[in-house]
Nanobody, 120 residues
Framework: QVQLVESGGGLVQPGESLRLSCAAS????????MGWYRQAPGKQRDLVAS???????TYADSVKGRFTISADNAKNTVYLQMNSLKPEDTAVYYCNADITSARFIKSNYWGRGTQVTVFS
């Protein structure tokens, strides 16, 4: 069984920074891609950033130039460095991963989410 555990959320003021972490654990053969989504109250869950196994990254237009996604493959961990935070970045941030298990079954997994609140 595979688990994703997020950490690093919190309460900050506009312009400040946070770094989110997501560690994958369990019966993992290979992580094919990891990413971060976010969901604000009353809104759909949207992709923030993703990183593929070979390092290719994707960002939502709203975070380009402010957020950076990175991965430590040895630790099965993905990070999201969030700079110049704005009130509109307030949301629950969810980790997502495409993982091939030790039984060679590829599945998509979600973490439980971590709250990020940016207030004036």
């Amino acid at each position: 069984q595979v688990q994703l555990v997020e950490s690093g959320g919190g309460l900050v003021q506009p312009g400040e920074s946070l770094r989110l972490s997501c560690a994958a654990s369990g019966s993992i053969f290979r992580i094919d891609a990891m990413g971060w989504y976010r969901q604000a109250p009353g809104k759909q869950r949207d992709l923030v950033a993703s990183i593929a196994i070979r390092g290719a990254t994707t960002y939502a237009d709203s975070v380009k130039g402010r957020f950076t996604i990175s991965a430590d493959n040895a630790k099965n961990t993905v990070y999201l460095q969030m700079n110049s935070l704005k009130p509109e970045d307030t949301a629950v941030y969810y980790c997502n991963a495409d993982i091939t298990s030790a039984r060679f079954i590829k599945s998509n997994y979600w973490g439980r989410g971590t709250q990020v609140t940016v207030f004036s």
